[in-house]
Structures are given as structure tokens and as C-alpha cells.
């Protein structure tokens, strides 16, 4: 079946400094990769998402480019900020049917 | 816009217990969602529905019963709750792949 694999557990980083959470994925069909956030008490949030080989999607200052010869999506994001600090999932999806998802990555963000 | 509410908020119940979980959204989405979020494991999907009535299960099923009598919502039922069955459950709705999520039920089980 599908399976995604991401940074686990906990990254903390100071203000300023970049972030990269490392997603890769097994599935055997053509896809889309999604990251999520998801703040303290809060709905996980779409960030980006990409269903296109080697191209590069951006949003809110973090981006990430689907490589389908490596299976991976990786997020990267030049300067963290405070309000960066919170849990982040890499998933996929086949059509309708319904995500699959890593265990997610919690960034805490420190001055 | 739209918004996906979730109720209740929490839900306490006792082990062996029948508890329903609801979901409504005013997307209009074709395509509704359970997943249980579990510390350190990730969301799980539950059941999912690609339109009214239809129902398909997830990795996570059993011990759970779902319905889907009209469009805009989406009912979750834990048969018989157990005392690992703490978790929130979280409802969504999908567009061309993108999927909005509700706030969640935090469930606690006595």
C-alpha cells in the first residue's frame, strides 16, 4: 500500500536559520503530494501541494519540489519565523480517495 | 468560503459505550472524510464518502460505522468505546484534491 516517511519527531531551529523537512513516499500509482500544517488547537491547514515532476511550488515562503525519480517532496523554507512553529505532515492522495499521511514533524521556532 | 463544523467540541464517554460524531460542511463537496489523530502517529483515515450514501472504508475502520444521508454531512460512529480510543477525529471535505479540514471532536474515554 501507500506509505509516506518524514523528519519524525521533533525539529527545533533559532529565528532566522532555514528549515528542510524531508518527505519521501512509496506508491504505486501517479499521485498527489501535499504538505499540511496544523497550529496548537487549530485545523491542519493545506500549504502546498504538486502532482507535477520537477516543478517547484511556493507558498507563504516555504516551497517544495515533487522529484518522482527519488519519490520525494521535501520542504524548505529560507528563514524560519516564530509563527512558523508548528506540526507539519507531508500526505498523498489517489483521486478522491482519502490521504495518507506521514507522522508528521513538530518545529518549534525559538528566538 | 466555506466551513466545516464538527460537534461536539469534546465528547467524554464511558468503555463499551455507543458514541456519534458529526460533521457538516457547506463547500458543497462531493467528497467527505474521517481521520483519527493520534499523538506521535500521524492521521488515519477512518471512512470516506464519494457522495451521498455512499460509503468506503479506510485503514482504520473497524470499530467504526459511518453514514452519509445528505450532501452536506457526514456521520461518524465508535461501535463500542475502548479506553485507547482517546484521540481527536477529524472531518474533511475535498475539491480537485484539496482537502479542509474541520476543528475535531477530542474524544476521552472513562
Known amino acids: 500500500g501507500d506509505s509516506v516517511t518524514q523528519t519524525e519527531g521533533l525539529v527545533t531551529l533559532t529565528e532566522g536559520l532555514p528549515v528542510m523537512l524531508n518527505c519521501t513516499y512509496q506508491?504505486?500509482?501517479?499521485?498527489?503530494l501535499f504538505w499540511y500544517v496544523q497550529h496548537l488547537n487549530e485545523a491542519p491547514k493545506l500549504l502546498l501541494k504538486?502532482?507535477?515532476?520537477?516543478k517547484r511550488t511556493e507558498h507563504q515562503g516555504f516551497h517544495a519540489t515533487l522529484h518522482k525519480s527519488s519519490s520525494s517532496f521535501h520542504l524548505q523554507k529560507s528563514s524560519a519565523q516564530l509563527s512558523d512553529s508548528a506540526l507539519y505532515y507531508c500526505?498523498?492522495?489517489?483521486?478522491?480517495?482519502?490521504?495518507?499521511f506521514g507522522l508528521g514533524t513538530r518545529v518549534s521556532v525559538f528566538p | 468560503g466555506g466551513i466545516i463544523t464538527q460537534t461536539p467540541k469534546f465528547l467524554i464517554g464511558q468503555e463499551g459505550q455507543k458514541l456519534t460524531l458529526k460533521c457538516q460542511q457547506n463547500?458543497?463537496?462531493?467528497?467527505m472524510y474521517w481521520y483519527r489523530q493520534d499523538s506521535g502517529k500521524g492521521l488515519r483515515l477512518i471512512y470516506y464518502?464519494?457522495?451521498?450514501?455512499?460509503?468506503q472504508k479506510g485503514d482504520l475502520s473497524e470499530g467504526y460505522d459511518a453514514s452519509r444521508e445528505k450532501k452536506s454531512s457526514f456521520s461518524l460512529t465508535v461501535t463500542s468505546a475502548q479506553k485507547n480510543e482517546m484521540a481527536v477525529f477529524l472531518c474533511?471535505?475535498?475539491?480537485?484534491?484539496?482537502?479542509?479540514f474541520g476543528p475535531g471532536t477530542r474524544l476521552t474515554v472513562l
Open positions: 506508491t504505486a500509482y501517479s499521485t498527489f
Open positions: 474533511a471535505s475535498s475539491d480537485r484534491g484539496e482537502q479542509y
Open positions: 463547500f458543497n463537496h462531493d467528497t
Open positions: 500526505a498523498l492522495s489517489f483521486y478522491a480517495q482519502g490521504l495518507t
Open positions: 504538486s502532482s507535477t515532476d520537477n
Open positions: 464518502s464519494i457522495t451521498e450514501n455512499d460509503l
